[in-house]
Every structure is written in C-alpha cells, then in structure tokens.
C-alpha cells in the first residue's frame, strides 16, 4: 500500500456506504493480523491452500478453525476459498464457516450464466455453510 492512511480513507467510504470490504487470501503473502486489526473489513476469505485438505490435516484444521473463530470474535464472516469435496463442505461446516465457495458450490460462470442462476433461485456461486442462529 503506497498510501496507508488514504487507503483506509477510501476503504471506510465504501464502508458507510454499505459496501463490504473483504480480506481476499487470508493466510498468504500480504494477507495480515495488521489488516484485521486496523481495515473495516466485514468479511476474511480463507485461502484454499489451508481449507482443501483441512477435513484429513489435522494442521490445516487447526489453521481453519483458529481463523475462524479469531474471524467471528472480530465481528468478520468467514468464507472458505477452494471447497471440491462433500467432506470439506462438512468440516466447513462443523467449524462454523460461514460461506463456501469453490467447484463444489458451483465452476466459475460468466455474467449471463450467472444471473440466470440468481434468477432461478437456485444455488448461488457462494453457499451458506451455518445456518442463522
């Protein structure tokens, strides 16, 4: 970021005007606690290279699971990145994600097909993985 204080300018904009800003990649590369603790984030998207194996690697698990609950103690929804696998979608589950997405849910579609599928009510690109309390 060549300009923190502006980006965070910017980023709390978009905020109060009801956009939700989400931490893409979480896990990898640039992707830091310092970005949980100081942007208005609303949503951490968990990379697929932590949540892929997560149902049989048990430090996979651990990662997922610890970042969800930091997520949810923050305030932040949680989406998981890379779901291929009914076993997955279930640890996902178990875990409390919250969205899933990845071939499972659904491949990546070009805007026509994706809003026919809006339209039919069907399922969507990103699938709720907890049910609402």
Sequence with gaps: MADPAAALRALEGYRRMGIMISLDDYGTGQSTLTYLKTLPLGELKIDRSFVENAHEDSSDALLVRSTVNLAHALGLQV??????????????????????????????????????????????PRTPVRTAA
């Excluded at 969205?99 to 599928?117: C, D, I, K, N």
């Design 79 to 124: 989406v998981a990145e890379g779901i291929e696998t009914v076993e997955c979608l279930d640890f996902l589950r178990e875990v409390g994600c919250d969205l899933a997405q990845g071939y499972f849910v659904s491949r990546p579609l070009p805007a026509s097909e994706l809003l026919t599928l809006c339209l039919s009510n069907s399922t969507s």
